[in-house]
């Protein structure tokens, strides 16, 4: 038995021993160095400029701009954003390339000897720009008289991408209600704040291909989009990923590594074939890179007197930023996500992006499901205290099981396990229980407690969050397993996969299941990962998906070793590629269709001190449970769960990212605060449900964003039963804590 | 911006710098501009300590100078003239890593790891200074390291276990 241990990862060792690199760490001696630069500009269209004083400067090797970009557009899911903005762009993309439309669009790539001579090239670029209009806000760009960011759309307005789901009888459904919960939420921006900043090399490797070695979620993803660029097959380009230092869905988008290709794509053909070395600082990775979206949720929901749901109308109005990125899906998943785990007999769900000339809205752990939970489920918490019903029993009466059909109409994936896992947070937090002692909490360290401010109270919340890609997109992972022995059995293997390790153990669960499937001992188990030379296409890492489709395509890939392996080949081989159950786009006028293969259900109860004289909250106890179907590795799994817990703390209490007229005004650790040792809950229980998933590979489900999702309404909840007071809108900073509670009278 | 644009044009004069690394005595020539970090990265060839910043605030490059933990990003190059700087290459004896570093393997305190030398190392200044420390104690002195993934629980938890551990040997 190789699944359900723990033992330790591969990448341990090399880690705590300081021997692991990084790609800021793998730099060649003879490396060049590049600087990316970015426009400065929200909104402006570049009238000129001319690189030569910045090629005059002792040290600039090259200067790369929008002349040198075969094909300037690119997008993971749109094509809508220039490689590099510049007057002087080919034009076969369709958006305008000499617009920049945020501040970090990026305008040229100065390679020098040294980044210093670098940054000199870049700080001598003379630029000339004809300011546009700043669209700073969803409002401002929802302005009758707004200029349209991207006109090649067609649309008439910034809005793009409308959903709608039209379900059953809305009129009959509101004439049915007997409580009506109405209110409008806001929800934040948040910096993924991996603690390694971008960082690649770029070289032409020896059978020619562009190659860029650095971090990211999706080896072959990566690889469409650089090749798209260059106007190269995508044979011609080679990703390979160093370790990663977290990603979180921050590095599922390019960065850095467009800009590297370009450069030595080009210099290679000007004759410099040195590799190029790029990093970010971390002012210039929170600027440069896209953000969890901010939005705007307005929520109503009907139901009767016993707390049964009859109707909900949702309107969702996310902030795409400048470009899409992956904006289309995330609203997509908001869009499912703010009707909850619930079954809603009558609903009207409308939901759009909106383009702004600010820092682009992106994947980040949760992928819209925060925005959507956290509507939902403080209308729900709202409801329970109206109806001064339990807000877990409310829960269970509207909660979906097996059989049932979602949002949008379509019989949710076997396999729902709303209830067990509602049920089994409540019994193991003892929510219906009155809540233990803790210690007086101090906000201020230096001063003793004072009793007299402090307020407890509890909160709950539940959701569910797919696992794997949504909507159509098409769903592959592919994964090679070679059988060596001169036995009857293996006695070692091989394991080809590109799936990206970005901290979170993904390489040893795909070691542990080949073991499991293999018969081959653990440490006879070779990884070979994350290098497209090698490897095919994993899909992302992302999307609570890479465990349940890498574990699919494993034991598909060892099937087929084993029957080569009968039929006596040495080594015996086995490829596969795994496709899971079609997924389907969502009817433009009713939302009918069957968006997801597979889902993950979860639940937290939260447990908080609230100091009423300074607005300082304490999380004192978070029971955070999740049907995760199979534990492949149980240690790394409550690690997935603690790490969640303590980002989506930053997200609901701390973390504010200040965007002010398309510009980010606080791009650094000592302003954009981040949990530290000292501000985390102080207990965190992961309760741990193996609710085997009829598709999952040994049962298993995804768990990387589930204890991410419910957080912010849980805490919000307790802050409530502490206080008396709603705050529809976070980061519960203490000063908006303060103001709340003052506007309350308390 | 024209920081950078003097830095290349003038010739920046190199200094000399000796000091102790991991108990080797080194020396390398850098600039009064370089960073310790800079230094130990590109000069010195040491790659444990990360720049997670370069403001002093995550702690990811933390290094001991002279016992004491210090954000290299912070310190000029030439600064550590005289100094014993302590660095993660320098935590284990030979093959046999530290405790600490065994604990935090063990025990799953580390993910993405680009954290981790600058929490081995304001652990081991902590455990140098107090053998036995509470876990609010504990917390004090990891304050100056930011990690993103793992939720912190499971490096208070290899820490006290590390303690144990130094305390039994």
């Given at each position: 038995?190789?699944?359900?241990?723990?033992?330790v990862?591969q990448?341990a060792a090399p880690k705590a021993d300081g021997s692991i690199?990084?790609?800021?760490?793998?730099?060649?001696?003879?490396?060049?160095?590049?600087?990316?630069?970015?426009?400065?500009?929200?909104?402006?269209?570049?009238?000129?400029?001319?690189?030569?004083?910045?090629?005059?400067?002792?040290?600039?090797?090259?200067?790369?701009?929008?002349?040198?970009?075969?094909?300037?557009?690119?997008?993971?899911?749109?094509?809508?954003?220039?490689?590099?903005?510049?007057?002087?762009?080919?034009?076969?993309?369709?958006?305008?390339?000499?617009?920049?439309?945020?501040?970090?669009?990026?305008?040229?790539?100065?390679?020098?000897?040294?980044?210093?001579?670098?940054?000199?090239?870049?700080?001598?670029?003379?630029?000339?720009?004809?300011?546009?209009?700043?669209?700073?806000?969803?409002?401002?760009?929802?302005?009758?008289?707004?200029?349209?960011?991207?006109?090649?759309?067609?649309?008439?307005?910034?809005?793009?991408?409308?959903?709608?789901?039209?379900?059953?009888?809305?009129?009959?459904?509101?004439?049915?209600?007997?409580?009506?919960?109405?209110?409008?939420?806001?929800?934040?921006?948040?910096?993924?704040?991996?603690?390694?900043?971008?960082?690649?090399?770029?070289?032409?490797?020896?059978?020619?291909?562009?190659?860029?070695?650095?971090?990211?979620?999706?080896?072959?993803?990566?690889?469409?989009?650089?090749?798209?660029?260059?106007?190269?097959?995508?044979?011609?380009?080679?990703?390979?990923?160093?370790?990663?230092?977290?990603?979180?869905?921050?590095?599922?988008?390019?960065?850095?590594?467009?800009?590297?290709?370009?450069?030595?794509?080009?210099?290679?053909?000007?004759?410099?074939?040195?590799?190029?070395?790029?990093?970010?600082?971390?002012?210039?990775?929170?600027?440069?890179?896209?953000?969890?979206?901010?939005?705007?949720?307005?929520?109503?929901?009907?139901?009767?007197?016993?707390?049964?749901?009859?109707?909900?109308?949702?309107?969702?109005?996310?902030?795409?930023?400048?470009?899409?990125?992956?904006?289309?899906?995330?609203?997509?998943?908001?869009?499912?996500?703010?009707?909850?785990?619930?079954?809603?007999?009558?609903?009207?769900?409308?939901?759009?992006?909106?383009?702004?000339?600010?820092?682009?809205?992106?994947?980040?752990?949760?992928?819209?499901?925060?925005?959507?939970?956290?509507?939902?489920?403080?209308?729900?918490?709202?409801?329970?205290?109206?109806?001064?019903?339990?807000?877990?029993?409310?829960?269970?009466?509207?909660?979906?099981?097996?059989?049932?059909?979602?949002?949008?109409?379509?019989?949710?994936?076997?396999?729902?396990?709303?209830?067990?896992?509602?049920?089994?947070?409540?019994?193991?937090?003892?929510?219906?229980?009155?809540?233990?002692?803790?210690?007086?909490?101090?906000?201020?360290?230096?001063?003793?407690?004072?009793?007299?401010?402090?307020?407890?109270?509890?909160?709950?919340?539940?959701?569910?969050?797919?696992?794997?890609?949504?909507?159509?997109?098409?769903?592959?992972?592919?994964?090679?397993?070679?059988?060596?022995?001169?036995?009857?059995?293996?006695?070692?293997?091989?394991?080809?996969?590109?799936?990206?390790?970005?901290?979170?153990?993904?390489?040893?669960?795909?070691?542990?299941?080949?073991?499991?499937?293999?018969?081959?001992?653990?440490?006879?188990?070779?990884?070979?990962?994350?290098?497209?030379?090698?490897?095919?296409?994993?899909?992302?890492?992302?999307?609570?998906?890479?465990?349940?489709?890498?574990?699919?395509?494993?034991?598909?890939?060892?099937?087929?070793?084993?029957?080569?392996?009968?039929?006596?080949?040495?080594?015996?081989?086995?490829?596969?590629?795994?496709?899971?159950?079609?997924?389907?786009?969502?009817?433009?006028?009713?939302?009918?269709?069957?968006?997801?293969?597979?889902?993950?259900?979860?639940?937290?109860?939260?447990?908080?001190?609230?100091?009423?004289?300074?607005?300082?909250?304490?999380?004192?106890?978070?029971?955070?449970?999740?049907?995760?179907?199979?534990?492949?590795?149980?240690?790394?799994?409550?690690?997935?769960?603690?790490?969640?817990?303590?980002?989506?703390?930053?997200?609901?209490?701390?973390?504010?990212?200040?965007?002010?007229?398309?510009?980010?005004?606080?791009?650094?650790?000592?302003?954009?605060?981040?949990?530290?040792?000292?501000?985390?809950?102080?207990?965190?229980?992961?309760?741990?449900?193996?609710?085997?998933?009829?598709?999952?590979?040994?049962?298993?489900?995804?768990?990387?964003?589930?204890?991410?999702?419910?957080?912010?309404?849980?805490?919000?909840?307790?802050?409530?039963?502490?206080?008396?007071?709603?705050?529809?809108?976070?980061?519960?900073?203490?000063?908006?804590?303060?103001?709340?509670?003052?506007?309350?009278?308390? | 911006?024209?920081?950078?644009?003097?830095?290349?044009?003038?010739?920046?004069?190199?200094?000399?710098?000796?000091?102790?690394?991991n108990g080797d005595?080194?020396?390398?020539?850098?600039?009064?501009?370089?960073?310790?970090?800079?230094?130990?990265?590109?000069?010195?060839?040491?790659?444990g300590?990360?720049?997670?910043?370069?403001?002093?605030?995550?702690?990811?490059?933390?290094?001991l100078?002279?016992?004491?933990?210090?954000?290299?990003?912070?310190?000029?190059?030439?600064?550590?003239?005289?100094?014993?700087?302590t660095t993660v290459e320098g935590m284990a004896d030979g093959e046999h890593l530290h405790p600490l570093q065994q604990t935090f393997l063990e025990g799953?305190a580390l993910?993405?790891?680009?954290?981790t030398p600058?929490?081995l190392l304001?652990a081991k200044?902590?455990l140098d200074?107090?053998?036995?420390?509470?876990?609010?104690?504990?917390?004090?002195?990891?304050?100056?390291?930011?990690?993103?993934?793992?939720?912190?629980?499971?490096?208070?938890?290899a820490v006290?276990e590390a303690a144990v551990q130094l305390k039994g040997a």
């Open positions: 038995m190789s699944i359900g241990q723990s033992p990862r990448d690199q990084y790609a800021g760490d793998a730099v060649p001696d003879n490396a060049l160095h590049a600087v990316i630069v970015f426009s400065g500009r929200p909104h402006a269209r570049m009238v000129s400029m001319s690189t030569d004083a910045a090629r005059a400067i002792a040290g600039v090797v090259d200067v790369i701009t929008a002349a040198d970009v075969p094909v300037n557009e690119y997008g993971l899911t749109m094509l809508d954003q220039p490689a590099l903005v510049g007057v002087d762009h080919t034009g076969v993309a369709a958006v305008d390339g000499a617009i920049s439309r945020w501040e970090a669009d990026q305008i040229a790539v100065v390679i020098g000897e040294s980044r210093a001579a670098a940054g000199a090239g870049a700080a001598a670029l003379d630029v000339d720009w004809e300011d546009l209009p700043i669209l700073g806000t969803i409002d401002d760009a929802l302005a009758p008289d707004a200029p349209l960011l991207h006109p090649e759309n067609g649309l008439p307005t910034n809005a793009y991408h409308p959903l709608k789901i039209r379900r059953g009888d809305l009129e009959a459904g509101w004439a049915d209600a007997e409580v009506v919960i109405e209110g409008t939420y806001t929800v934040p921006h948040q910096e993924h704040a991996y603690l390694q900043p971008e960082a690649g090399t770029a070289y032409i490797d020896d059978e020619g291909r562009v190659t860029i070695e650095g971090g990211g979620q999706w080896t072959t993803e990566d690889r469409e989009q650089v090749a798209h660029v260059l106007g190269l097959p995508d044979e011609r380009v080679r990703i390979v990923y160093k370790a990663i230092g977290g990603a979180f869905g921050g590095k599922e988008d390019m960065s850095i590594q467009i800009a590297l290709g370009l450069a030595a794509m080009r210099l290679a053909e000007r004759g410099e074939r040195r590799p190029i070395h790029c990093r970010w600082s971390r002012e210039e990775s929170i600027v440069g890179h896209h953000k969890r979206h901010r939005g705007r949720i307005h929520l109503r929901l009907g139901a009767t007197n016993e707390g049964i749901i009859t109707a909900l109308e949702a309107d969702v109005t996310l902030d795409a930023g400048a470009y899409n990125y992956t904006s289309n899906k995330v609203l997509g998943n908001a869009h499912l996500t703010v009707s909850g785990a619930y079954r809603v007999p009558n609903a009207r769900i409308d939901s759009r992006a909106v383009y702004t000339t600010t820092v682009p809205g992106g994947a980040f752990r949760g992928f819209g499901g925060p925005q959507g939970a956290f509507a939902i489920e403080t209308t729900m918490n709202k409801l329970a205290a109206a109806l001064d019903i339990d807000p877990v029993k409310l829960r269970l009466l509207n909660a979906v099981v097996d059989g049932d059909e979602g949002i949008t109409q379509a019989v949710l994936p076997e396999g729902v396990t709303a209830v067990e896992v509602i049920t089994a947070c409540a019994g193991r937090a003892a929510f219906n229980e009155p809540m233990a002692d803790v210690e007086p909490f101090a906000p201020i360290a230096t001063l003793p407690p004072e009793p007299t401010v402090t307020r407890r109270g509890r909160g709950f919340a539940t959701s569910l969050k797919n696992v794997g890609f949504s909507f159509g997109f098409p769903e592959r992972c592919e994964a090679e397993i070679h059988l060596h022995g001169d036995g009857d059995e293996p006695t070692s293997a091989d394991l080809f996969h590109g799936g990206a390790e970005v901290g979170q153990g993904n390489h040893l669960a795909m070691r542990q299941m080949t073991a499991e499937v293999t018969g081959v001992t653990l440490d006879r188990i070779r990884g070979h990962f994350s290098d497209t030379a090698t490897s095919g296409d994993p899909g992302s890492a992302s999307a609570s998906r890479l465990t349940f489709m890498s574990g699919n395509s494993i034991l598909g890939a060892a099937e087929e070793a084993e029957k080569a392996w009968r039929d006596g080949q040495r080594p015996a081989i086995g490829r596969f590629r795994y496709t899971p159950p079609p997924t389907e786009s969502l009817d433009e006028e009713t939302g009918e269709g069957q968006p997801n293969f597979c889902y993950g259900y979860m639940a937290q109860a939260v447990e908080v001190t609230v100091d009423t004289g300074t607005g300082h909250i304490r999380v004192d106890r978070v029971t955070s449970t999740h049907d995760v179907g199979r534990a492949i590795n149980p240690r790394m799994l409550r690690g997935q769960v603690e790490g969640a817990v303590v980002q989506a703390h930053g997200y609901v209490l701390s973390e504010d990212l200040q965007v002010s007229d398309g510009f980010i005004t606080n791009p650094r650790l000592s302003a954009y605060l981040i949990p530290g040792i000292g501000d985390i809950p102080t207990e965190v229980d992961s309760q741990i449900l193996e609710l085997a998933d009829p598709l999952g590979p040994f049962g298993a489900r995804g768990v990387a964003e589930m204890p991410f999702i419910t957080y912010a309404p849980a805490v919000i909840a307790a802050v409530h039963d502490a206080t008396g007071v709603w705050f529809d809108e976070f980061p519960l900073t203490p000063s908006r804590v303060v103001a709340g509670l003052r506007n309350a009278g308390i | 911006m024209s920081l950078g644009k003097e830095m290349s044009l003038k010739k920046m004069s190199r200094t000399h710098v000796n000091c102790t690394i005595e080194v020396d390398f020539l850098t600039t009064d501009a370089t960073s310790l970090l800079d230094a130990l990265r590109d000069e010195v060839g040491l790659t300590a990360k720049e997670g910043c370069g403001t002093g605030d995550c702690g990811a490059c933390s290094v100078v002279d016992g004491r933990i210090q954000c290299s990003c912070l310190i000029f190059a030439p600064e550590a003239e005289g100094r014993h700087i799953a993910q993405c790891g680009i954290c600058g929490f304001a200044a902590l200074e107090n053998p036995a420390p509470t876990e609010t104690e504990i917390r004090y002195g990891l304050a100056g390291n930011l990690c993103r993934c793992t939720g912190y629980d499971k490096i208070i938890r006290q």
